[in-house]
């Protein structure tokens, strides 16, 4: 429970408090380590002993007198979620004592024990050895378990001996680097004054939460996330009585636990509102670099389940838990900001701002195009597949939404006319100052998967339980791509205005199929989206093979992001989670509907039986309607008995595929996958048929409106 009084303790007590940020480092290093440091972090210098002793001890410091007696490097192995390995500070003396130790060493790198977690063959298990390695970065933290333990955790990258990424960071990081070069570049040549770019992110979380009563009688919930049966209740979402309604009070005092938690950690979680669908939710934080809010996504997602367990709840993040019924995205805000505190998309009042919001627009504009179909891959996993192009979500084709006045000013720039705003007059570029950009423009097309808000690009296809380092990795990498050609033409013109004007003019007229201000959810889009030649690639299986295509491989290779052997490992990790993922959710629908469901059934049928016996016995005429239920209970007990083998057989067939991890994932996802909708209709039709008291699970109307 939140027992703090705010009025006693400010929030900006308890702010950041479980965070050795730069605030806290500015205070406790010596000014020329500070300094150093800071050079460091901006990959301006690389990272000595020296200095990380000097750090490492004013971190021991710190988190001793906070009360941690261990610390751990923190690390995002490609499983998804995050991994640790305690040591306590102890070191014994030889008196029989211990002194609490702490050394740069120990801060700068560590070697877990790494061979179980998934490396798609990139170590041999001869050599399972992989190394954590200190990202100055990301600030250091505290994590306080429930039972009062503290521990000091270093946010790390996690590499192969032989150099190879094992984790999500080291390629994020890689692409932040390959973005900042490349806008360095352009910077230069406008003239523009800048030590680094870097990019921002903001990522909206959608959550929903179940009490943990319900949660535990619902196997299918604890082991897959979702809910693989269960039949839509009287009342869903139609009324939108929940979007932006008053939070209920035991989601609020979640909630207020959850911000507190976050705080101290120097997470700013800002706006929190009750979603779409019934106890679903949404909180979003303050932005931060993209490496600083990956990092803080994956501890708030972690935060989350933690401190809703506290309210005898469960914060469920899989993308799809109940079908017919919202599900849950993140929603990946982006930009880029210079040292110097410019928002390069941005648009200004002054004209001359413009020309490089326009340069830099345009440039995104062609990497999404260009590279749409690894920004879907980025996004894909089988809870997507379930959300995207339901009608809740954007569907899988990706396109961006400018707004009208925006696009107008692209066309009309790509068709040489000055856009006159009937304001000053027209510069360099032959763009009058762009009209100062109405806060609602960044309305906000919700429906778009990519959408222009003002200053910043809204990702909307991404996952809700999946980090965001992956859209992040693909978005940087494919705007570097991008720029770099740019830079290739402006580096050597000798007019700049007039390469510049070509530039824009001939890239918004090649890519100007990706610009669609309309519903994304219609079906005239779809239509429309294929005649433009826009790709739609409906499912992770299809998504995943985009990978390892040679423009992939080219685009990554090129700016140091991956190799071709890191890629191919990504798609092998991946394809199996996907075929693990429908694989487990099938066997425990098997389970489910074979052991629950089924003898229920069959107890209903024997109830019935005898009600209709005793009207016979009685001499009442008139016992049709309960033959007639009878008759529909037994007919869809066949059906789910049948489906259930079929599923059995068509599971059996897909795990035994040896012969690669695409056959077998799209093995899971043709056959597999469909059976177990049959299923599913098998089992909810039952649902509505068999009295309350029978059903042996919680209901869809007990996990999504008893709170
Ligand atoms: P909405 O729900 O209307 O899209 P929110 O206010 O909930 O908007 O979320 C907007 C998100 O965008 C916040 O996380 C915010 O910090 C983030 N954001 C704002 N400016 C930037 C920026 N320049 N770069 C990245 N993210 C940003
Ligand atoms: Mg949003």
């Given at each position: 429970?939140n027992?703090?009084?705010?009025?006693k303790?400010?929030?900006?007590e308890i702010?950041?408090?479980?965070?050795?940020g730069?605030?806290?480092?500015?205070?406790?290093?010596?000014?020329?380590?500070?300094?150093?440091?800071?050079?460091v972090?901006?990959?301006?210098?690389?990272?000595?002993?020296?200095?990380?002793?000097?750090?490492a001890?004013?971190?021991?410091?710190?988190?001793l007198?906070?009360?941690a007696t261990?610390?751990?490097?923190?690390?995002?192995?490609?499983t998804?979620?995050?991994?640790?390995?305690?040591?306590?500070?102890?070191?014994?003396t030889?008196?029989?004592?211990?002194?609490?130790?702490?050394?740069?060493?120990?801060?700068?790198?560590?070697?877990?024990?790494?061979?179980?977690?998934?490396?798609?063959g990139?170590?041999?298990?001869?050599?399972?050895?992989?190394?954590?390695?200190?990202?100055?970065?990301?600030?250091?933290?505290?994590?306080?378990?429930?039972?009062g333990?503290?521990?000091?955790?270093?946010?790390?990258?996690?590499?192969?001996?032989?150099?190879?990424a094992?984790d999500?960071?080291?390629?994020?990081l890689?692409s932040m680097e390959?973005?900042?070069?490349?806008?360095?570049r352009?910077?230069?040549?406008?003239?523009?004054?800048?030590?680094?770019?870097?990019?921002?992110?903001?990522?909206?979380?959608?959550?929903?939460?179940?009490?943990?009563?319900f949660y535990?009688?619902?196997p299918?919930?604890?082991?897959?996330?979702?809910?693989?049966?269960?039949?839509?209740?009287?009342?869903g979402?139609?009324?939108?009585?929940?979007?932006?309604?008053?939070?209920?009070?035991?989601?609020?005092?979640?909630?207020?636990?959850l911000?507190?938690?976050?705080w101290k950690?120097?997470?700013?979680?800002?706006t929190q509102?009750?979603?779409?669908?019934p106890?679903?939710?949404?909180?979003?934080?303050?932005?931060?670099t993209?490496?600083?809010?990956t990092?803080?996504?994956?501890?708030?997602?972690?935060?989350?389940?933690?401190?809703?367990?506290?309210?005898?709840?469960?914060?469920?993040?899989h993308?799809k838990?109940?079908?017919?019924?919202?599900?849950?995205?993140?929603?990946?805000?982006?930009?880029?900001?210079?040292d110097?505190?410019?928002?390069?998309?941005?648009?200004?009042d002054?004209?001359?701002?413009?020309?490089?919001?326009?340069?830099?627009?345009?440039?995104?504009?062609?990497a999404?195009?260009?590279?749409?179909p690894?920004?879907?891959?980025?996004?894909?996993?089988?809870g997507?597949?379930?959300?995207?192009?339901?009608?809740e979500?954007?569907?899988?084709?990706?396109?961006?939404?400018?707004?009208?006045?925006?696009?107008?000013?692209?066309?009309?720039?790509?068709?040489g006319?000055?856009?006159?705003?009937?304001?000053?007059?027209t510069?360099?570029?032959?763009?009058?100052?762009?009209?100062?950009?109405?806060?609602?423009?960044?309305?906000?097309?919700r429906?778009?998967p990519?959408?222009?808000?003002?200053?910043?690009?809204?990702?909307r296809?991404?996952?809700?339980?999946?980090s965001?380092?992956?859209?992040?990795?693909?978005?940087?990498?494919?705007?570097a791509?991008?720029l770099?050609?740019f830079?290739?033409?402006?580096?050597n013109?000798?007019?700049?205005?007039?390469?510049?004007?070509?530039?824009?003019?001939?890239?918004?007229?090649?890519?100007?199929?990706?610009?669609?201000?309309?519903?994304?959810y219609?079906?005239?889009?779809?239509?429309e989206?294929?005649?433009?030649?826009?790709?739609?690639?409906?499912?992770?299986?299809?998504?995943?093979?985009e990978?390892?295509?040679?423009?992939?491989?080219?685009?990554?290779?090129?700016?140091?992001?991956?190799?071709?052997?890191?890629?191919?490992?990504?798609?092998?990790?991946?394809?199996?989670?996907?075929?693990?993922?429908?694989?487990?959710?099938?066997?425990?629908?098997?389970?489910?509907?074979?052991?629950?469901?089924?003898?229920?059934?069959?107890?209903?049928?024997?109830?019935?039986?005898?009600?209709?016996?005793g009207?016979?016995?009685s001499?009442?005429?008139?016992?049709?309607?309960?033959?007639?239920?009878?008759?529909?209970?037994?007919?869809?007990?066949?059906l789910?008995?049948?489906?259930?083998?079929?599923?059995e057989?068509?599971?059996?067939?897909?795990?035994?595929?040896e012969?690669?991890?695409?056959?077998?994932?799209?093995?899971?996802?043709?056959?597999?996958?469909?059976?177990?909708?049959?299923?599913?209709?098998?089992s909810?039709?039952?649902?509505?048929?068999?009295?309350c008291?029978?059903?042996?699970?919680?209901?869809?109307?007990d996990?999504?409106?008893?709170?």
């Amino acid at each position: 429970m939140n027992t703090t009084d705010f009025t006693k303790t400010p929030v900006r007590e308890i702010y950041g408090i479980n965070s050795f940020g730069d605030a806290v480092m500015r205070e406790r290093l010596p000014k020329s380590i500070y300094k150093e440091l800071k050079l460091v972090q901006n990959g301006k210098n690389s990272l000595s002993l020296g200095i990380a002793e000097v750090v490492a001890n004013a971190m021991k410091d710190w988190a001793l007198e906070r009360g941690a007696t261990h610390f751990t490097h923190w690390f995002q192995p490609l499983t998804g979620l995050t991994a640790e390995k305690h040591d306590s500070f102890i070191s014994p003396t030889a008196d029989g004592r211990v002194i609490m130790e702490f050394s740069g060493k120990e801060l700068i790198q560590g070697e877990p024990d790494a061979s179980s977690f998934p490396s798609g063959g990139l170590r041999a298990t001869f050599e399972a050895r992989g190394y954590t390695a200190w990202d100055t970065t990301s600030p250091a933290f505290l994590k306080e378990d429930n039972s009062g333990g503290i521990t000091l955790c270093i946010p790390t990258a996690f590499i192969s001996y032989t150099g190879e990424a094992l984790d999500m960071k080291v390629p994020l990081l890689r692409s932040m680097e390959a973005i900042n070069k490349q806008s360095l570049r352009i910077l230069r040549i406008m003239g523009i004054e800048a030590g680094r770019v870097n990019t921002s992110v903001g990522p909206e979380q959608e959550y929903f939460l179940v009490d943990r009563e319900f949660y535990d009688k619902r196997p299918d919930l604890m082991l897959t996330g979702r809910t693989v049966i269960g039949s839509k209740p009287a009342k869903g979402q139609e009324m939108d009585d929940h979007y932006f309604g008053a939070i209920k009070e035991r989601a609020s005092a979640f909630m207020s636990e959850l911000n507190l938690e976050l705080w101290k950690l120097g997470i700013a979680s800002k706006t929190q509102h009750n979603e779409v669908a019934p106890n679903q939710f949404e909180l979003a934080p303050i932005f931060d670099t993209s490496n600083v809010a990956t990092d803080r996504n994956q501890l708030l997602m972690e935060t989350m389940k933690k401190v809703a367990v506290r309210h005898n709840l469960v914060a469920l993040l899989h993308e799809k838990p109940f079908a017919g019924v919202n599900g849950s995205g993140k929603h990946n805000n982006w930009s880029m900001d210079t040292d110097t505190g410019l928002n390069l998309l941005k648009p200004g009042d002054d004209p001359t701002e413009n020309a490089h919001f326009i340069l830099f627009l345009v440039a995104v504009i062609k990497a999404v195009d260009k590279y749409a179909p690894l920004l879907r891959m980025s996004t894909a996993n089988s809870g997507n597949d379930h959300r995207l192009g339901a009608s809740e979500a954007p569907p899988a084709i990706i396109s961006i939404f400018l707004g009208d006045q925006l696009s107008k000013i692209l066309d009309n720039l790509a068709n040489g006319d000055k856009y006159t705003s009937g304001g000053k007059e027209t510069i360099e570029l032959g763009v009058s100052s762009l009209p100062k950009l109405p806060k609602d423009l960044t309305d906000r097309n919700r429906t778009s998967p990519f959408a222009f808000t003002g200053n910043k690009f809204e990702f909307r296809m991404v996952p809700s339980s999946m980090s965001i380092a992956y859209p992040n990795i693909v978005l940087n990498t494919a705007v570097a791509d991008v720029l770099s050609e740019f830079a290739d033409k402006l580096e050597n013109t000798s007019d700049l205005n007039k390469s510049m004007r070509e530039l824009i003019k001939d890239t918004y007229r090649k890519h100007k199929r990706i610009i669609f201000n309309g519903n994304n959810y219609s079906e005239e889009w779809i239509k429309e989206a294929a005649d433009r030649g826009l790709i739609n690639l409906s499912n992770t299986v299809d998504a995943l093979a985009e990978i390892s295509k040679d423009y992939s491989v080219d685009l990554f290779e090129r700016h140091n992001v991956f190799t071709r052997h890191e890629l191919e490992s990504r798609q092998e990790i991946q394809l199996e989670a996907y075929s693990q993922q429908i694989n487990i959710e099938a066997s425990i629908m098997i389970e489910l509907t074979k052991k629950q469901i089924f003898p229920v059934a069959g107890e209903y049928i024997r109830q019935l039986s005898g009600t209709i016996e005793g009207i016979k016995a009685s001499g009442i005429k008139g016992n049709s309607s309960f033959e007639t239920i009878l008759g529909k209970v037994v007919e869809s007990s066949e059906l789910l008995y049948n489906n259930i083998e079929s599923l059995e057989k068509h599971l059996l067939l897909a795990r035994n595929i040896e012969s690669s991890p695409f056959e077998q994932a799209t093995e899971y996802r043709t056959k597999v996958f469909t059976k177990m909708a049959d299923l599913r209709v098998a089992s909810d039709t039952l649902e509505t048929l068999i009295p309350c008291d029978l059903w042996p699970i919680p209901t869809y109307l007990d996990l999504l409106f008893r709170l």
